[in-house]
Structures are given as structure tokens and as C-alpha cells.
């Protein structure tokens, strides 16, 4: 089948992989490790057979893989099962199968086969200081730009009054010669943690070999999670060096807004929203000179995304999604500058909360792409009570959308 760049984790629902901690450090650093470096969740199953149009791997208990999900099967006698591919369904009550349907029809069955998901693949550990919760990342790819991401997740940023909050430091740097030699361009704080997440929420990562997402559910008035990205956009500008963004939330270190149990705490994040450029930047400006720039969207929907449409679509009584990538723009010197898109996100133009946390595939205009439906929030004081706006993201192919 063709190659799957994209990589995805749901971490309560797949298993194998680390789950974030309350308190606990260097969950967050052992879950990037294995979502984009190593993989995670090695599974032998008892038997694999052919049949149908489809493999299917049966084990002797739960295996943890979910639909949709990228699996790398490997070890096969008959080579014609190995090979990185989509789960097509899961069946754990009894049987504990999964199906996937392989490039070429192969043997009816077949032995030595192991399965797990891969990394994503085209990110490197430079560096990794086990007992001090540290690591330093960089995109391998021949178009990445030339930043690398120093992670910190240790208790020292136990927020800052020391009590109500956990995150990792996050650094982007460049000229990086090794930990102590580099020029820091940005530095910032993530969620890092599942504490005071309700029962029933969920956090995600998805990535390509150079843009991540993590989608963490961290507020506990609202249980809707907040997305914090950082990786290269889609630029239209030849010889562009410098079109590496990143989102996050407000952090400082003395406390005063950086506690999300507080509901006076002022802790916002405004992904899902076009026309809005808080808490947005990019590495530099189009003109690639030193310094960084403010960023943000721009497609159908004025403000929030979602809200064009009513739901469901008169027309269709359904969802619909914008098939043309989010225009990212900055304010330069020379005013409004088209920069580029950004990958993986689909604008949807109407809204239903019973969608957060689904998958679904046909829609009109690229009817066998799988993307993921979240609700998540335009803030993180859980003094607030703000709907949900829809984050839509591909699970297919980030880089085919400029042009």
C-alpha cells in the first residue's frame, strides 16, 4: 500500500505506549520518544492468516491496536504479510483479532510474525539524559528546517507556585552544536500531564516526519483539551528556511498564571480559531532575517472554526469540511504576507460535539481519507465555559496540499 506518514496516538485507547502523569516526571518525554523514535506497543500474535482480501493476526488476549491505527507487521516466513499498514478493523471480545489488508495477496497463513506501531519516522534523539528527564529532537528530512527541540520534563516546572500545575520546558534553538552550545530562538512551556483530567477525556499526538501536535487535556472545568503544535508548515516561499511555527499557552515562573486549577489563572490557548495570532510564532519572518513573527490562519470560517454552517448541512443533512489547506499569513514590514499552509488541519465549517473523538472517512471531495474529529477549547481557565470548536486533522498525507 502506499507509504503512511502520518502517525497517530490516542493514548488511553492504544496500548503499550506510556501514559502522562499526574505527577510523575518524564512521562511526557518517554511517550515522544516512542511515538516518534522507537514505536511502541510489540505484540506476537498466535496466528495470521489469509483470507478474503485481509490478514488477520489473532492473539491470545487484548492487543491493545485500535482501527485506523499504523501498524508495522514484521518477521513474517511468507514476507508478503510484512509491511506498514492500516488497521481496517478490531475484534476484542472473544477472538482478539485485527485485519489489515496487505499489498499482495498472500499465503493462507504464515508463522513468526511480529506487529507493533511504528515511529513516525524522519525525527532523530541527538541527545537523552535519562535521570535528569532531558532529550533534544531534530527533523532528519532533507527539507526540514534547521531547529532542534530541547525538552525538559522534570519537577522543576511544577508550575511555579510549586502545587497545581506540571509541565516541560521547551526550547527551539538553533546552530545546536551540542547542550550547552546553540542559539535559543524560543522558549516556552507544554502541558505535561493528565492531572485534574476527567475520567473520560483524552489526549492525542499525531505527526509527520516534521510537524507535531499534541492535543492534551489538561483543564479541569471544561475536561476539552487544548492543542499545541510545533513543526514546519507548508511554505510557498522558495529557499524558505525559517517556516517553522509553533502554538502554545501562557506559562511564567513565579506562578501568577500558570496553575490551571486556579480560576482566576488567565491560561489561554487559541488554536481553532482563523484571524488570530495570540500566543502564535513563527522562527522568522518571510524575508528569513533573525527574529521571530506572529502567525495565524485564515480560511472560511471568520473566527472560530465551525461556525460557517449550521448543523447538520440543510443540503446534505451533514458535516462539511473545507478540502483546501488553512492559509497561514503573518503581519510583515510589508503587511499581510501569505506564508504558506498549514499541514494536516481540514477547516470544518459546521459543528456537532457528538463527533469529538471519532473517525470518519467519505467525505465529499476526498472520500478515502480517514481524519479525527476533537472538540477542543479556545481556553484553558477553567473559570470559563466556552463550546468546544472542532479540530479536524488528517491521518493520511500533510505534505501533498500545497499548489
Sequence with gaps: MPAIPVKWLRQSTMGGCTQLGTITEGTFIAQLKEFLITGFNPQTPATATYAGGVVTLTFGSAHGFVPYQVIEVTNAVDTDYNGTFRVVAVEDITAFTLTYVPDVAPTASTTGVTVKQPPVGGWELVFE????????????????????????????YQGGAGSNSWWAWFEIVENYVDETTYDLVQAYAWPASNRYRATDAESWLFADDRMLYHVVNYANGTAVPTVICVGDINSVIPGDRGHCISQRVYYDLTGLASEWDVTTDDI???????????????????????GITAWYTMGYNSSTWGGLLAHPNAANNGMVLSTQPLMVLENGVRGVTMRGFLPGILEPLNWSGTLAGQITSGHPGMESVPVQWIGVTNHIDNALTNAAAPFVIRLDNWRDQVG
Design 129 to 156: 539524559d535519562i535521570p535528569n528527564f532531558r532529550m533534544t529532537l531534530k527533523r532528519t528530512h532533507v527539507d526540514a528546517t534547521p531547529y532542534y527541540f530541547k525538552i525538559h520534563n522534570s519537577a522543576d
Design 268 to 290: 489561554r490557548n487559541y488554536f481553532p480559531r482563523n484571524n488570530d495570532s495570540l500566543h502564535k510564532w513563527m522562527m522568522t519572518q518571510y524575508h528569513n532575517l533573525p
